[in-house]
C-alpha cells in the first residue's frame, strides 16, 4: 500500500498580480480538496510584499496524487497561472521528510472566502528535534551494531581502509534505515512524538 505524498511547490509570481495570483491559489486548493485521497494544503508568502509563494498539498497515496495531477481540472487551473507565475520547483516528499508526518495538530481560523464568518485550518507542529534524535537513534544504534556483527567475521574486513568500510555501511543501512526501520520506529513511538 502507498504512503502518503506530499507536494512541496516553490512558486514565483508577478508582483504587479498579487491579488490575481491569491484567487487563482485559493481555486486551486478548492479544486484539489474535491478529489478522493486529498488530505489537505497550505500555502504561504515569504512576506508581505514578496513574490515568492510557497504551497504544499497532500494526498493518501500515489494513485490518488496521480489522478489529481492528471486531471482535466488541474490542467485548466495550471493554464490560468500561466500570466503571472514566472517559475515552479516542485518536490515530492514521502520518505525521510515523511518519517515525522503524523505529528499534533492546532488549528488557526481564516475567513471564509464562500461568506461570513471563519474556516478552521489544522496547523501541523513538528515534533521537538530532540525526539526526532532519539527516534532516529533507536533505530540506527541496533541496525549498525547488527551490520558491524555480521561483517566482523568476513576475512579482510578489518584491512579495509576504514573511509571505504564507512562508504559501504551507509550504502548498505541507508536504505534499510529509510524504507523499513524507521517509518517502524516513529509508528512506534508516535504518541510519544505526538505529545
Known sequence: MSEPITVSIRR?????????ATVWVQTGVNL????????????????????????????ATEETLQAWETSPEREWWLSM???????????????????????STGSIPIPNPDGPGTTTVAVVHAP????QAVSIWLGFFPVN?????????????????????????????????????????????????NR
Not at 579482510?156 to 541507508?174: A, D, H, K, N, Y
Open 128 to 131: 521537538p528535534r530532540w525526539k
Open 32 to 59: 484539489a480538496n474535491r478529489y478522493p485521497g486529498f488530505l489537505g494544503s497550505g500555502w504561504v508568502r515569504a512576506g508581505e510584499h514578496s513574490h515568492v509563494w510557497h504551497m504544499l498539498y497532500r494526498f
Open 81 to 103: 497561472g500561466e500570466g503571472f507565475v514566472r517559475s515552479e520547483r516542485t518536490r515530492r516528499r514521502s520518505g525521510i521528510e515523511g518519517w515525522f508526518d503524523e505529528p
Open 145 to 193: 551494531l547488527a551490520f558491524s556483527y555480521a561483517v566482523s567475521p568476513v576475512p579482510g574486513w578489518e584491512s579495509v581502509p576504514l573511509w571505504l568500510r564507512v562508504v559501504i555501511t551507509t550504502v548498505v543501512l541507508t536504505p534499510i534505515m529509510t524504507y523499513w526501520v524507521l517509518p517502524w520506529v516513529t509508528r512506534m513511538l508516535r504518541s510519544w512524538l
Open 12 to 20: 514565483e509570481v508577478d508582483p504587479a498580480r498579487i491579488a490575481e
